[in-house]
Every structure is written in structure tokens, then in C-alpha cells.
DNA sequence: GGAACATCACCGTGTC
DNA sequence: GACACGGTGATGTTCC
């Protein structure tokens, strides 16, 4: 199939056609980049709706920092984690950190 | 202020303020850590409407990278606008032109 | 004392005067903004050299994230470490998350 | 692979040569660790190093956020006509004259 | 599974 | 000295 967008000469059909088809795909082309700038600018919405939660457990006086670090943690798989952290402690002995 | 969370003795009040008080502070944390997750799954979610609008592009014949390519230029054109008018300001700051 | 790089009228001093210290604010300006991407390019430098031994450490399979976190850790103050470490077991207990 | 510093036990091999590769594992994260230090210190050195240029133009009448102003869109200059570089290559790959 | 890319969080800096 | 911004680094995702 042709790549939709691309502007080569079709081997058959009259020239309306080929017009038709260039039209029609930049009119989808252009659906399509609509749809998605409308879906980022919600999505950049929610991203500074979480911001303000931030902000505003820090005004209540949460550690921003220590926050973050749960919702990490929550969403984190509890076996990863302890691996990860298994790890970390596996290096520390190497290095003497521990002990 | 005092950082939330922690748990030292107030200096005056009822140990049953203090219980009241610390009690609060998990709840207020709850519905902060819950306000945030709920936020962050509606993000998610949006992000995965905008891989598939990608995903249907691409399965009408569009190249995805050069659509990526497209809506990313676009928004450097708004953010370079935007750069452009902070940084007039700034000229003219430095100018001695504002304040 | 005037601002460097501007172009306001001196109330005294002849026209060549002026247009010297143009001149000389121009080339100090140029210098500065020299100066200033030559160090930032061997700022970049380094810190590709970085990635580089992290990818190298990797290559020899050490886990990347572990390492960074070794890093960090050895870069904080033991104390700072154990205070956010003791925050967020706080808020962990608080939501459940250990017992 | 193995990842490096996990002490499974090989399963070959004598206890001797397994001592000796966890050593050598050990010497090698201390090595990775104490060159990635040693770069970073030099990468802060540097930012010292830029830090204080920045001071000393602004010591002698620039105004120090104009000055960072040019420097950062002399970098989104370089950046964009790579970018613009890589759009040709991605636009001509779409549509077809490429591969 | 590795490379490139986009996003996100952290930190240093400037400001008020 | 707290807040805001910009720069930088790290993480997660996508594509090959």
C-alpha cells in the first residue's frame, strides 16, 4: 500500500482521483495530529493537576520528596523492590559501607 | 511549622489532641497519596489513548516517527514564542527599558 | 555604574570615547559567552565520560540503577539519608504499608 | 549473564576461584565507583568554573540572566538545525526516498 | 535486548 | 529563607 501522505504519481487512475486521495489524507493528517494535541494538552493538564497536589501537601507540610517516594514505591512490584534493594546492600558490603 | 507526619509531643494539648491530631495527619496523607494515584491513572491512561491514535495512524499508512516528529515541532514553535517573549522582556530589563 | 552592553548616551565624554566603550563591551561580551560555552562543553564532555564508565560498569554486569544509587548515597550526608529514610517509613506505617 | 556482585554459587569451579571472582568483583565496583566519583567531582569543578564567570560578568555590569539567555539560544540554534537535520532524513525516509 | 526518544524529578541558582 | 525557574540527569517507553 502507499504510504498515506506521500504525494507519488499513481500509475492509474485520473488525475481526480489522485487529488481526491492527496486531500483526503491531509485532512486525516490533520485529524490525526488534532486528536493527539488535544489528548497531550489533557494529559499536560493532569500532569500540573498533580503538581498542585504537590504543592499543596507541601503547604500542609508533607515532604514533597518523601511523597513521591511512596507513590513510587506503591506502584513498584514488592518483589522488585526488595531485589533492587538486596542489591544495593550487596554492593555497599563490597564497597564497606555496611557493617 | 512543625513537618507533617512526624510524630513528636506537642508541647501543650491533651495526649487525645495529639492522637486526634496525628490520626488526621494519616488521613490527610491517604487522601493526598489517593488524590495523586488517581490523577496519575488518568495520565496514564491518556498517554495510552495517544499511543493508539499513533497506532491507528500508522495502521492507516502514516509514518509514525515523522507524525511524532510533526507534533513535537509544533509545540517548539509555541515554546520558542513564548522563549522569544521572556526573552525581550529580559533585553529590556537588562536595557534598563522596564521596571 | 552604567550597564554594561547598553547603549545609553554618556552625558559626558566625546563620541570616539563612547563608541570605544561599545567596542570594548561588545568584546567583553564575546569573551564572557566564550568563556562560558567552553567550559560547558567540557562539562558535557565529562558528563558523557560518566555514562560511558556506567555503561562500561553495565557492560560488565554491574546494575546501573544500583551503581547510581550507591553513587548518591555516598554523596549525601549519612544523617540527611537517615532523616528521609525515617520520613517515609513514617508515612509508609502510616498508610499500611509495613506491619 | 551473571549479574556482577550476586554470589551464586558457580557450578564448576573450585571455592578458590569462586573467592577470587568475588573479589575481583568487589575491586572492580570499587574501581567503577572511584572513577565515576572522580569525574564528577571535575564536572562540579567545572560548574564552579561557570558559576564564577557568570559572577564576575555580572561584577563588571552584565545582567546575568540576559547573558544565560544568549548562551541557552545559541545551544537551541546548534540543536535545531541537527533536529532540522534529522526531520529531512525522517520526512524523506516517509516518504520513500530513502531505504 | 539494546538504542533512541520523551517524560519526569531533582538540584542549583536567582529572586523577592 | 522560601519560592520559582531553568538546566541536568535518570527513568520508562518505543522501536529496531
Do not use: C, P, W
Not at 3 to 17: F, I, K, L, M, Q
Not at 42 to 55: F, H, S
Amino acid at each position: 500500500m502507499a504510504t498515506a501522505g506521500t504525494s507519488e504519481t499513481a500509475v492509474n487512475g485520473s488525475r481526480d482521483e489522485e487529488k481526491a486521495t492527496v486531500s483526503f489524507g491531509r485532512d486525516q493528517l490533520k485529524a490525526f495530529i488534532e486528536r493527539i494535541e488535544r489528548l497531550e494538552e489533557e494529559k499536560k493538564a493532569l500532569g500540573d493537576d498533580i503538581r498542585d497536589v504537590y504543592a499543596e501537601a507541601k503547604g500542609t507540610g508533607f515532604d514533597v520528596k518523601a511523597l513521591r517516594a511512596i507513590v513510587r514505591m506503591r506502584k513498584q512490584d514488592l518483589n522488585e523492590r526488595k531485589e533492587q534493594e538486596a542489591l544495593i546492600e550487596t554492593y555497599m558490603h563490597a564497597l564497606g559501607m555496611l557493617n
